[in-house]
């Protein structure tokens, strides 16, 4: 990291106070998005970025592949949790042992990369993580809901549009559970995510740095102050690969059922959940509070089903048909 960006932003501490937070952002907000990638890459353990290989993701994950850090430096992000399993082969790793078992070299790319797959992306999104894990020759870790390999058997325990019957329970079962599992199997810290302030909405007022009330994780937005254009500009400079409905007209891309060109030219969300007051997945909501209705939801469900199953029960069974038989 150039010895600029280290002293200007230089007083991470994870324990730090709302008012380090927001001496930090007042800093960030002064650097570009490259600087804020470095300082990231270097000040910030367990550090991984989150993508559905939107427009923003895809920079940043250009950005981090063009930062080269030293090996110094690098045994400060992926610090090895305390392992007296450990093999000879994983403890020479040392410093970046952690990543190295989990499949990534991070020589190359240090910035684990997950992808969330709810089972309901356009072929186009899918076609692209491929061509970006091929670009850039780094791995991806998918994570899809939980005991599902595909939409039939998510449907199979959940049913068919489950996103029409009962939202808050899709978006959880599909990207927060998932999320969350990402992030405790990778042992993360800090999460790059692909939000701007330009997305309007919630994110109008994003910080470029945020922090997780009850868990601690830190939110990394480093393109919070680009527009689209910004963006769009940056993939066409560096022929960084993007999805294919960017050329149909999509702005903001998710699951193919709530995702529509957008509608509005000054609103690039405008084509997500049409229709609906709905203006979130659940990703970047509050996760207790989001986890809480998802189980009080479930509990709702349970207890409807077995007044139902009593209710059946109490029944007595119907009379047989009477079968007359003529002589
Ligand atoms: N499926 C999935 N997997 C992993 N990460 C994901 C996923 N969906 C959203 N994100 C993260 O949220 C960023 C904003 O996404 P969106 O604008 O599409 O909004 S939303 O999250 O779907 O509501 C998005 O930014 P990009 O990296 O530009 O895709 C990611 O950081």
């Avoid at 994870?14 to 600087?35: C, G």
């Avoid at 392992?83 to 403890?91: G, K, L």
């Avoid at 909405?201 to 910004?230: M, Y």
């Amino acid at each position: 990291m150039p010895e600029s960006t280290a002293s200007q932003v230089s007083s991470f501490s994870t324990t730090f106070t709302p008012a380090h937070l927001k001496f930090i952002n007042a800093k960030l907000e002064k650097l570009s998005p490259e600087k804020i990638i470095e300082w990231a890459m270097i000040s910030l353990p367990g550090l991984i970025q989150t993508t559905a290989f939107g427009p923003t993701g895809l920079v940043i994950l250009d950005m981090i592949n063009r930062i080269h850090i030293d090996q110094q430096s690098a045994a400060n992000v992926h610090p090895t949790p305390a392992s007296s399993s450990a093999s000879e082969d994983e403890s020479d790793d040392n410093d970046d042992g952690h990543f190295k078992k989990a499949g990534y070299n991070t020589q190359r790319h240090p910035v684990p990369l997950i992808f969330i797959d709810t089972l309901y992306h356009f072929q186009e999104t899918l076609d692209l993580a491929q061509q970006v894990q091929d670009h850039y020759n780094i791995p991806l870790k998918v994570y899809k809901p939980l005991n599902c390999e595909t939409t039939a058997e998510f449907e199979s325990q959940y049913g068919q549009q489950l996103w029409e019957t009962d939202d808050l329970s899709y978006d959880y079962l599909v990207k927060v559970e998932p999320g969350r599992r990402a992030y405790q199997e990778l042992n993360a810290q800090a999460v790059i995510s692909g939000r701007r302030r330009s997305q309007k909405g919630d994110r109008a007022h994003l910080d470029i740095l945020e922090i997780e009330s009850g868990t601690g994780l830190l939110k990394l937005n480093p393109l919070a102050t680009w527009s689209f254009q910004q963006v769009w500009t940056y993939l066409r400079a560096y022929q960084v690969p993007f999805n294919a409905l960017l050329d149909q007209g999509y702005r903001s891309i998710g699951d193919w059922h709530s995702t529509k060109p957008a509608t509005n030219p000054d609103d690039e969300r405008s084509g997500r959940w049409e229709g609906k007051q709905k203006t979130e997945c659940g990703l970047h909501v509050d996760y207790f509070k989001m986890r809480a209705e998802f189980q009080a939801t479930q509990k709702k469900k349970q207890a409807l089903l077995a007044s139902r199953d009593a209710a059946a029960a109490a029944t007595p069974a119907s009379t047989p048909a009477t079968v007359v038989v003529q002589a």
